[in-house]
């Protein structure tokens, strides 16, 4: 159970691995995840179903080396036994059909919203996506996305590849109809997963134009069952936990300041980790 069977460097920064868990194969959804124990002494590590393969009884995470667990679980190779994987965790991706979407991602949620694609177009939306992340070699699955996706737009920070300048650089002119040969589609619903400030910044822009925004929150999760309550949100000005009430959200009602500031709670403990 829970056996490494396939790992790749994506590149210096990300990884990805297939792991066997076929009873989670079985039932994973586009917007789901897994908390993954590498060691028993691990911390649980929250991980989107990045694609799954029931057949064939594997899940794929894609993962950003950030800290002591990721970097850790980067270094596992194929053969290797994870202590734990426990899932699919909080609800699937609503389904939506025969609209007009964009998709927005940014650095590893790329990686995230591969899935939520995927369930768009199976249902016969029209999709647009805008993928971004600091320079070319940190840009991840451009060539699967590309498949998926009607049109494809990228954004690099430093403009070594595709646009220079932010994902939401390139969402402001789709809106404007700048990115459309003068036509203004205005999509129906923006799906956005990525770094807060990306998803806030997203959420600001389509406030603007009265266009629906869901965004797939990544507060810090400790159980992910809902009992700790370390993965608290502020999403309409009530209370829900990140793990059994999402992870996605409505944009424009997520306090995002208030999730940045509880992102930082445990940089100590983290920093003393390492
Ligand atoms: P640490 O040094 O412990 O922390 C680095 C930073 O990661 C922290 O400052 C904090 O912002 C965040 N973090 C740390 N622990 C947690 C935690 N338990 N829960 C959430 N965030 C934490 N990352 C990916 O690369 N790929 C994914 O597919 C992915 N999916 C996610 C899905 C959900 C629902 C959530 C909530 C988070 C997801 N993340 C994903 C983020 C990932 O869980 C964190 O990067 C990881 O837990 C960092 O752990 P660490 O010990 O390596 O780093
Ligand atoms: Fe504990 Fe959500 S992680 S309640
Ligand atoms: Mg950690």
């Known amino acids: 159970m829970f056996k490494i069977i396939d790992k790749e460097n994506l590149n210096k920064e990300i990884v990805r691995i297939e792991i066997e868990a ?40 894609i993962f950003q080396k950030v800290g002591f667990t990721t970097r850790k679980f980067g270094e596992m190779g194929v053969g290797q036994i994870l202590f734990n994987v426990l899932g699919p965790l909080g609800h699937a991706t609503r389904p939506i059909q025969s609209k007009t979407i964009i998709c927005v991602a940014g650095g590893v949620g790329i990686a995230e919203i591969y899935p939520v694609i995927r369930l768009f177009k199976s249902e016969g939306n029209n999709v647009t996506t805008v993928i971004g992340a600091r320079n070319k070699g940190l840009l991840i699955l451009e060539e699967r996305i590309s498949k998926i996706s009607d049109k494809l737009f990228i954004t690099t920070d430093d403009g070594s590849y595709g646009d220079k300048g932010f994902v939401t650089d390139v969402l402001e002119k789709i809106i404007n109809g700048q990115e459309n040969a003068g036509r203004n589609i205005k999509p129906d619903l923006v799906y956005c997963v990525g770094p807060v400030m990306m998803m806030k910044a997203v959420s600001e822009l389509t406030r603007k134009s009265g266009i629906k925004t869901i965004v797939s929150l990544n507060p810090i999760m400790v159980d992910a069952t809902g009992m700790c309550g370390s993965c608290r949100c502020k999403v309409e000005g009530r209370t829900v936990f990140g793990c059994v009430d999402g992870p996605d959200f409505d944009g424009h009602q997520v306090d995002f300041d208030d999730l940045s500031n509880r992102l930082g709670q445990f940089k100590e403990e983290e920093k003393n980790a390492d």
Do not use: C, H, M, Y
């Open 22 to 61: 076929p009873q989670i194969a079985a039932k994973a959804n586009a917007g789901q995840f897994v908390a993954v124990v590498i060691d028993e002494k691990g911390e649980r590590v929250p991980l989107t179903i990045a694609d799954w393969d029931a057949e064939k009884g594997t899940i794929t995470l």
